[in-house]
C-alpha cells in the first residue's frame, strides 16, 4: 500500500464523524480511506454510505461499512474522493478509473467534497492526464466530432480523443452505467469552466471529468504526514 496515499486517507478520516452520510468515491486512494473506515465502523462509529462504483460497493461490504442506495437517503454530508489532477483553483480531472458519472452526481449531491490525492496530481493546469468524457455508445462517432469542437473553441491545445479499450483487449471499456469513455488528450485546458460548460451541452456527453466548484478541502499525502489545503469559497 503506498504510504502517501494512506496519509491522505487517515488525514481525509478526521472529518468524518458518527451520524454522517458518506459518499464514497473510487479508486485506489478511495479504496484505502473505505478499509480505514472500516475500521472506525468496526470500532462503534455510526455512518452510512453511498458507493459511486459497483467495485467501491464491493470494497465498502468487504471492509464492513454500511451502504444505503443513493435514492434511500436525503443527504450525502461529505463525500470522500480521488482524483487524477488539481489545479490551484481545486478544479479537478477525474475519471481514471471510468467512475465519473456517478462520481460527480454524488460529489454534486454533498454538502462538501473532501478529494484525497499524492502531490503528483497537483498542476498549475489541468490537461497532461486524458481528459475522460461519458459517451453514450449511440451515435459515438458523432459526439466524438462535437467534443473535438468544444475542446478547439474553448482553447485547449489539443483535442485529439481515443475510445477506453478493456485492458484484456476484449473491446471498449463499458461503465457501471452502460456508455463508453473517450479519453482526450488535450495537454492543456486553460479554461476549464468554459471547458466543462461546451462539452455539458453536447447530447451525448453523459458526463465530462471536469470537476469544477466542486471540492472543498484537498488532502495531499506526503511520505510522513498529509497536507490538508482548504479552499475559502465567498
Ligand atoms: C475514478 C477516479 C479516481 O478517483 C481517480 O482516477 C484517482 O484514482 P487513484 O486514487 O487510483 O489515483 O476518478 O473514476
Known sequence: MSVVKENAAMAALEF???GMTLGLGSGSTAEIF???LGDRVAGGMKIVAVPTSKRTAECAIEAGVPLAEPDKVDRINLTIDGADEVDPAFNLIKGGGACLLREKIIAHASDR???IVDGTKMVEMLGAFP???EVD???MALTAEQVFDALKTTGCEEAQTVLRQMKDGSGPLITDGGNYILDSKCRKIPNP???ALALS???GVMEHGLFIDLADVIVVGE???ARVIELARD
Request: glycine share 4%; no cysteine; net charge negative.
Open 34 to 36: 473505505i478499509e480505514a
Open 113 to 115: 467534497m473532501i478529494v
Open 201 to 203: 451541452q453536447i447530447p
Open 223 to 225: 511520505a510522513d504526514h
Open 193 to 195: 469552466a468554459d471547458t
Open 16 to 18: 468524518v464523524e458518527s
Open 137 to 139: 455508445p449511440f451515435g
Open 131 to 133: 481528459l475522460p468524457i
